[in-house]
T-cell receptor
Framework: GEDVEQSLFLSVREGDSSVINCTYTDSSSTYLYWYKQEPGAGLQLLTYIFSNMDMKQDQRLTVLLNKKDKHLSLRIADTQTGDSAIYFCAESRNGQNFVFGPGTRLSVLP | NAGVTQTPKFRVLKTGQSMTLLCAQDMNHEYMYWYRQDPGMGLRLIHYSVGEGTTAKGEVPDGYNVSRLKKQNFLLGLESAAPSQTSVYFC????????????FGPGTRLTVT
């Protein structure tokens, strides 16, 4: 079945850029998402990209998609302590069934 | 506009007991989902629904049942709880237009002893 993989931990210094990576196996994925989960809360959508796009920028967030390698990345510029959270990559072929990665715990050090 | 709400927030069950988790959304979304979240495993889809009166199995449906009698509600039932069902349960809803963005509830922490 489909699978989504992410590294589990990332630490960066405040003010640096963070890059969170994700790989997926379903070549039919149409929608790819990045969600953020803060402690004790549900997931919130950060951004998404359609599979026919290579890049999407939204303020401090940049998403890059390499469809050939099935690789998705999320770059957070000027990382702040408030960005400390778990970040989930997810993919969907048809908007009905979603597959989530295990999440990357981002720690921002002062 | 409350978004997605879940009831209860916490619950402790003994093995063999039953319970129902309630999810409600006020965004008129067609799709609703139940996930469980376990450490290091991300979210796994239990069951989902693409409309009132319809349900479908996800990745880990065993031991759970669901019902969608009203568009705004999606119920998750555990008929005979087992310790392996100790987890955090999230409900989500989405529309079938645009990006299919999922809106998540705050979660229910269930412990089965």
């Amino acid at each position: 079945g489909e699978d989504v993989e992410q590294s589990l931990f990332l630490s960066v210094r405040e003010g640096d850029s963070s890059v969170i990576n994700c790989t997926y196996t379903d070549s039919s994925s149409t929608y790819l998402y990045w969600y953020k989960q803060e402690p004790g809360a549900g997931l919130q959508l950060l951004t998404y990209i359609f599979s026919n796009m290579d890049m999407k920028q939204d303020q401090r967030l940049t998403v890059l998609l390499n469809k050939k390698d099935k690789h998705l990345s999320l770059r957070i510029a000027d990382t702040q302590t408030g960005d400390s959270a778990i970040y989930f990559c997810a993919e969907s072929r048809n908007g009905q069934n979603f597959v989530f990665g295990p999440g990357t715990r981002l720690s921002v050090l002062p | 506009n409350a978004g997605v709400t879940q009831t209860p927030k916490f619950r402790v069950l003994k093995t063999g007991q039953s319970m129902t988790l309630l999810c409600a959304q006020d965004m008129n979304h067609e799709y609703m989902y139940w996930y469980r979240q376990d450490p290091g495993m991300g979210l796994r889809l239990i069951h989902y629904s693409v409309g009132e009166g319809t349900t479908a199995k996800g990745e880990v449906p065993d031991g759970y049942n669901v019902s969608r009698l009203k568009k705004q509600n999606f119920l998750l039932g555990l008929e005979s709880a087992a310790p392996s069902q100790t987890s955090v349960y999230f409900c989500a809803s989405s529309s079938w237009t645009g990006s299919y963005e999922q809106y998540f509830g705050p979660g229910t922490r269930l412990t089965v002893t």
